[in-house]
């Protein structure tokens, strides 16, 4: 508006801030009563005082919402190298928690496996034991055995070393029967 009308934007800026009486427009310049200028100046300076603060006001916001903004992207960045460390370290100890289980059930099986071949193994020395109780009872039986089987065959061997001497002594006795019938039949 001042720059197309300065005649009017003139006009208006000094009805709002003065009093009718106090301000005369000419052609080309503004007339003021005394103590009007000082009036307008301390009006300007308020208004630049106040634009300046304003300017203030939000450069100081400005750079408080990028330091914040900064220091937030720092702690984000922080926050997260938190977090990661915290899940790696989580991962290691959740796996750390598993292959201890894992081990400890290994162990377990190890165990129960340990006794139940110990539990197997002392049946099977109980049968065997039973086994060569029986085994030696029976090789007792057979020495026995044996040892009547030797006698038995022994006394079989001299008997038929007894009956082929007797069969010879009768084949003799018939031969030498045979031969005196014959001398007798002589004579």
């Known amino acids: ?20 009486e106090k301000f005369a427009l000419g052609k080309t310049k503004i007339f003021f009563r005394t103590g009007q200028v000082a009036l307008l100046e301390r009006i300007r300076v308020e208004t630049l005082s106040a634009s300046a603060i304003l300017i203030q ?49 290994r162990k ?3 165990l129960v496996q340990c006794c139940v071949r110990r539990w197997l193994a002392r049946r099977r020395l109980r049968e065997l034991k039973i086994e060569s109780r029986s085994v030696l009872h029976l090789q007792k039986l057979n020495t026995g055995l044996e040892n009547k089987i030797i006698d038995l065959k022994m006394k079989l061997d001299l008997m038929t070393a007894e009956r082929n001497r007797l069969a010879r002594a009768e084949v003799t006795l018939e031969k030498l029967r045979a031969e005196m019938g014959i001398l007798e039949a002589e004579r």
Do not use: N
């Not at 720059?3 to 003065?18: I, T």
């Not at 220091?71 to 190298?81: D, V």
């Open 108 to 110: 377990k099986i190890v």
């Open 1 to 20: 508006l001042w720059r197309d009308k300065p005649r009017m934007f003139a006009e208006k800026a000094c009805h709002k801030c003065l009093e009718k």
């Open 57 to 105: 006001s939000c450069w100081r916001g400005f750079v408080a919402r990028r330091k914040f903004l900064v220091l937030r992207k720092s702690l984000l960045t922080i926050q997260l190298r938190y977090e990661k460390s915290a899940v790696i370290i989580q991962k290691y100890w959740r796996g750390y928690l598993v292959r201890r289980a894992s081990i400890e059930r």
